[in-house]
C-alpha cells in the first residue's frame, strides 16, 4: 500500500479557484494510478477524476469536466487537483486514492488519504 497525505482544501467563494495535493511514500509512484474521489454529507463516496501511472491518461466525471484538471510529478510523488469555477455542489470531503490500475471504482483502489475538507460558499 501507498501512504497517501492530502492537502489544500479550505472553505472559498463560488466560481473561485482551489489547488488540492496528495502526496505519496511510494518510490515506485509512478506504477500507480492516481484518483480524486469525493465525499458530501449523507452522499456515497463518488469519483471525481484519475490519472495513469504515466499521467498520459485522464478520465474525469461529467460534472468537473471542464473545471477540474488533474496532474501529477512523478519525480516529487505528488499529484494534484485543480479546481476551476468551484459551486456549492462541490462541497465535500475530498480523498485521492492509489490503485495499480486505472479505475472510476473506488473499491478498485486500496490506498486513500485521510481526506480534506472543501467547502464552496458565499
Known amino acids: 500500500q501507498v501512504r497517501l497525505v492530502e492537502s489544500g482544501g479550505g472553505l472559498v467563494q463560488p466560481g473561485a479557484s482551489m489547488r488540492l495535493s496528495c502526496s505519496a511514500s511510494?518510490?515506485?509512484?509512478?506504477?500507480?494510478?492516481i484518483a480524486w474521489f469525493r465525499q458530501a454529507p449523507g452522499k456515497e463516496r463518488e469519483f471525481v477524476t484519475s490519472?495513469?501511472?504515466?499521467?498520459?491518461?485522464?478520465q474525469a466525471a461529467d460534472s468537473v469536466k471542464g473545471r477540474f484538471t488533474i496532474s501529477r510529478d512523478n519525480a516529487k510523488n505528488m499529484a494534484y487537483l485543480q479546481m476551476d469555477s468551484l459551486k456549492p455542489e462541490d462541497t465535500a470531503v475530498y480523498y485521492c486514492?492509489?490503485?495499480?490500475?486505472?479505475?472510476?471504482?473506488?473499491?478498485?483502489?486500496?490506498?486513500w488519504g485521510q481526506g480534506t475538507q472543501v467547502t464552496v460558499s458565499s
Open positions: 511510494e518510490r515506485a509512484f509512478r506504477t500507480y494510478a
Open positions: 490519472i495513469s501511472g504515466t499521467g498520459g491518461i485522464t
Open positions: 486514492a492509489a490503485s495499480r490500475a486505472l479505475s472510476l471504482v473506488p473499491s478498485d483502489y486500496d490506498s
